[in-house]
């Protein structure tokens, strides 16, 4: 019979240990919230108003107006880009270019200087708008205070800056929407987040709203239920971000 050595027979432990939490990861990781069939439904439909291309991101153009604000996203951790295609194809009903940049897999941590490709491909667009939905808006945050000169706005969902990205002394017109029912960006952790942004921030509290309503993905582990309607919440969101580009747009 071979006699495994002490030593040996821990470093076997360690290494069992890695692979079964490598393995979990990996089926963490490529299990993402996938967007619901009316997302889905909405990145192939086409009509006079919006015009939506792949070209490594998602780009929803304007087909009748001239573009002045291009508004980059950043999704939420292992969300589909493709979740947030509804409030995408609307604001660019309403003028806005909007890229919606998926994330290497689907983290945006892993991927937060894409928007450096999209500012490269559309320099005709005079004011740029990043944000994102919970760790894309994090990273969206920490994208526009590395880029002052890149970026006139910031819109945060369910989201808020890291505090090594404290953007308080910043000249950046920001946009921060929070719901009530959020059980991932709550109430405590936005109003702490206040003092890492200018003092004009625009704050939009949806009353009824939560985490995953944010974008159309199902309902995700450790939110709270909504108790307004997952259209309803979309509304208020588009509504608010619309008047902060227009804000944007009219500077």
């Known amino acids: 019979m071979i006699k495994i050595k002490k030593k040996n027979r821990v470093l ?3 290494l069992v240990i890695i692979l079964i939490i490598s393995a979990g990861l990996a089926v963490w990781l490529l299990n993402p919230y996938q967007a619901t069939e009316y997302a889905v439904e909405l990145m192939h439909r086409t009509t006079r108003d919006v015009k939506i291309t792949d070209q490594g ?3 929803f153009k304007p087909a009748d107006h001239e573009i002045a604000t291009g508004f980059i996203f ?3 951790a292992r969300v589909q880009a493709e979740a947030y295609t509804p409030l995408a194809y609307h604001l660019a009903g309403a003028g806005y270019q909007v890229i919606l940049v998926p994330m ?3 983290l945006a941590i892993l991927g937060s200087n894409k928007a450096d490709q999209v500012l490269a491909t559309y320099q005709e667009i005079d004011n740029w708008v990043i944000g994102g939905h919970s760790l894309g808006g994090v990273m969206a ?5 590395n880029n002052p000169a890149r970026i006139s706005g910031l819109i945060l969902l369910a989201s808020y800056p890291a505090e090594s990205d404290d953007l308080s002394a910043s000249n950046l017109d920001v946009l921060s929407i929070y719901a009530t029912e959020d059980g991932h960006a709550t109430i405590d952790q936005i109003k702490q987040s206040k003092d890492l942004l200018p003092e004009d921030t625009g704050w939009v509290e949806i009353k009824g709203g939560n985490h995953s309503q944010f974008g159309y993905y199902g309902f995700q582990t450790g939110d709270e239920q909504a108790t307004i309607s997952r259209a309803e919440q979309q509304q208020q969101i588009f ?3 619309d008047q902060f580009l227009i804000t944007i747009t009219e500077k």
Not at 141 to 145: C, F, S, V
């Open 74 to 76: 950043y999704p939420g």
């Open 57 to 59: 991101w998602i780009v």
């Open 104 to 106: 290497p897999a689907n």
């Open 239 to 241: 509504s608010a971000i």
């Open 141 to 145: 945050a920490r994208y526009a205070k």
């Open 12 to 14: 076997l432990g360690l």
